[in-house]
Structure formats: structure tokens, C-alpha cells
């Protein structure tokens, strides 16, 4: 049977949430040889502007631009992603396909309700995953249990003080091509009230230089944990 198996998984409410909060630490990661899968949990239906089919192709073009193994959608309802028994199953389904390393998720807080509740949702699917009575199938044959022991949640749009953060400085150029890949989202390129693509992308780089800033660097991604952070030794730090 086709493998999935990649080392990192990130989950996304929306199709551009990774790209917006998190593709500078994909990319370093594809960079160093790692496999990496996105999986947005609805098509982005209920944004202003532009269309399911036009969001799906966009989130396929941004994948490309990140080098990204697979990605897909799984068709939950945009606005009302809930913690219930039947997304459970259908994240439980993804993370036994792909058998991450590493786990990436929404925010555990945020302006969008959704984020936090995929949060919530992957954290717990993530557990429920490992445990072996708990029975799914891929294409009609079982699939075996599967925990990450990593869930590493991304900051977004609301600020959050992170665990760790990441230097993405020299990755910055490829996270906003990335970004621009969701162009029907942004109607005026050239606006710069928040809403617009350009205020946005000032956004992310104030927020990603704040965080750069704690470690002397141009930009980071900030990252929360759900348990401590082990380190080997005092030299593993930057
Ligand atoms: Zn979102």
C-alpha cells in the first residue's frame, strides 16, 4: 500500500492558516529533508471573498510553492468546527495516514473560534489516535494506531506570549510568496487597511519580528507547547 508517512503534520482550520502563521518553519524543515503534510479541516467556505473551488486550488499552488508531500481537505463545516466524536474520527483517520513525528496546530486562543477548537481537537484526536480499540480504515483496510508524541500549537493573528520560537529570517521571502498564493482573498493588492493583502502581510512581519527579535534575529515563528520542552543539554539552545 502507498506510504503517507511523513515527519511533520500540520493541521489547519483554513486553507492559509499554516501559510499565514507557520510556512517559514515548513519550509526550513523541507529544506533540511524532512517530509511535510498539510491538512486544512474545511475549504475556507464561509470567507467573504472568492469561491470552495477557487480556495482549493489556491491552497494546491501554495503548496507547491512550500514543496509540501500532500495536502488535503476534509470537508467540516467552516464556522462550526466542534470537538465531537465525528471530527475526532476524521483527524484520528489523518494522523494514522500521515504517522507524524511532529503534530502542528491552530492556536489555543484566537480572534477566529475555529482555531481554538481545532486545537482542542487535534490535541485530543491526537491521544484517542494511539489507542488501538479505537477502530478506522483507510481505502477498506484497518489502519494501525499512531500517537505523535509532539503537538506543537502555532501563534496566528492574536498575540501569544510562545514556549519557542523559530528563525525563519532567511525563509521570510518564500513564507509571503506563499501567502500571495490566496490571491482571490484580498480584493485591492494595493489597500493597506488590515483586511488587505498588503496590511496583512505587515501584520505577520511585525509579529514574526517581535519574536526574532527575543533570539537577535530579523523574523521567528512562535510556537506554544502542551507539556515541557526537554533539552538534551545547555548547548541546544540558540
Ligand atoms: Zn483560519
Redesign the pocket.
Known amino acids: 500500500m502507498k506510504s503517507y508517512k511523513v515527519d511533520i503534520l500540520a493541521f489547519?482550520?483554513?486553507p492559509?492558516?499554516v501559510e499565514c502563521a507557520i510556512s517559514g518553519a515548513i519550509v526550513k524543515h523541507i529544506a533540511m529533508g524532512k517530509k511535510v503534510a498539510i491538512v486544512d479541516l474545511t475549504v475556507?467556505e464561509m470567507g467573504t471573498y472568492g469561491s470552495a473551488e477557487m480556495r482549493i486550488q489556491e491552497a494546491t499552488k501554495a503548496a507547491e510553492i512550500l514543496g509540501i508531500s500532500h495536502r488535503e481537505q476534509l470537508g467540516l463545516k467552516d464556522g462550526a468546527i466542534k470537538n465531537d466524536e465525528s471530527s475526532r474520527i476524521k483527524i484520528i483517520e489523518s494522523i494514522r495516514k500521515y504517522q507524524p513525528e511532529i503534530i502542528l496546530s491552530?492556536a489555543i486562543h484566537d480572534r477566529?473560534p475555529?482555531?481554538a477548537n481545532t486545537a482542542k481537537l487535534v490535541n485530543d484526536a491526537n491521544f484517542l489516535s494511539g489507542l488501538k480499540n479505537i477502530k478506522t480504515s483507510l481505502h477498506g483496510k484497518p489502519q494501525n494506531k499512531w500517537r505523535s508524541e509532539f503537538v506543537y500549537n502555532y501563534v496566528?493573528d492574536f498575540f501569544i506570549e510562545p514556549d519557542f520560537v523559530i528563525d525563519i529570517t532567511d525563509v521570510m521571502a518564500r513564507k509571503i510568496e506563499s501567502i500571495l498564493a490566496y490571491k482571490s482573498q484580498f480584493k485591492d493588492p494595493n489597500n493597506t487597511n488590515p483586511n488587505s493583502i498588503s496590511g496583512l502581510i505587515d501584520q505577520i512581519k511585525s509579529t514574526n519580528s517581535i519574536y526574532g527579535r527575543q533570539i537577535n534575529t530579523k523574523f521567528a515563528e512562535g510556537f506554544t507547547v502542551n507539556k515541557y520542552i526537554g533539552v538534551r543539554d545547555f548547548f541546544q539552545l540558540d
Open positions: 489547519g482550520a483554513h492559509d492558516d475556507g491552530n477566529h475555529d482555531h496566528q
